[in-house]
């Protein structure tokens, strides 16, 4: 140690570090996701690929990797995520041409209004595409396999938490809630199961009559606390899903 008490600088290679997110919504009734591609300057890799939004970590601005995936989704959207969470890591020497490399990989969600969405310098376009028609695109880096995971586990999450409510605007209605949760699914639940879950999950506070189907008034709702997604005590079984008409 030097006679200013400071640490030696480091002398080993380090990785490039990044931040990626998976920024989903329901837009005109389907699951979408934000892309955005990368610019066809041949210098920079995968050149007019589509790629998930993110960008690498700035020491000087972040704190921890909440802070950078924060940081990105107000450059990326301008607002913030009803609801974000980790996802993963994934590193390697080669999934970066430009060296050994790993991202750290969120997911958000957000309720389907019109997002003015930002390109940012390193991209030639940003848009909300249907998240399965991104899973068939050839994307940018390991994104194809980072978007596969993190709908992998919103879907299985969907079948015992409450995140679809973070879809939504408040005040939403049980019809307005389910349609969420039908719509991420791929399926449709029944109606009376569905709204017993949701009354009896003490996650949902009544905020008023609102604007319901055909006009006609019914209870709105609020999320109780958002700091977190409700787990309810069994998942989805096939006895809540909509019984099929003869």
Not at 97 to 105: D, E, I
Not at 106 to 134: I, Q, S, Y
Not at 192 to 205: E, N, T, V, W
């Amino acid at each position: 140690m030097n006679s200013d008490n400071q640490l030696p600088a480091l002398e080993f290679p380090r990785p490039l570090v990044t931040v990626d997110i998976v920024i989903f919504s329901v837009l005109e009734g389907a699951l979408k996701v934000v892309l955005v591609k990368r610019p066809g300057n041949l210098s920079e890799p995968f050149p007019n690929r589509w790629a998930l939004p993110g960008g690498f970590i700035d020491v000087d601005k972040d704190v921890s990797l909440l802070d950078c995936a924060l940081r990105k989704l107000r450059e990326k959207t301008g607002v913030e995520a009803s609801y974000l969470e980790q996802l993963g890591s994934w590193g390697g020497s080669q999934r970066d041409p430009r060296g050994w490399s790993v991202t750290n990989a969120f997911f958000a969600l957000m309720p389907g209004r019109e997002l003015a969405l930002t390109k940012g310098a390193n991209a030639a376009h940003v848009e909300w595409v249907d998240a399965e028609a991104a899973l068939r695109k050839r994307m940018a880096f390991d994104h194809s396999e980072i978007l596969a995971s993190a709908l992998a586990r919103l879907r299985g999450k969907v079948e015992y938490t409450s995140l679809p409510a973070f879809l939504l605007d408040e005040p939403f209605t049980l019809p307005q809630l389910q349609h969420m949760y039908e719509i991420v699914l791929g399926r449709p639940v029944d109606k009376s199961a569905f709204r017993k879950r949701m009354l009896d999950g003490g996650f949902l506070a009544e905020a008023g009559m609102v604007s319901g189907g055909l006009g006609r008034p019914a209870m709105g709702y609020r999320l109780v606390d958002r700091s977190h997604a409700t787990h309810f005590p069994r998942t989805f079984s096939p006895r809540d899903a909509a019984p099929e008409l003869e």
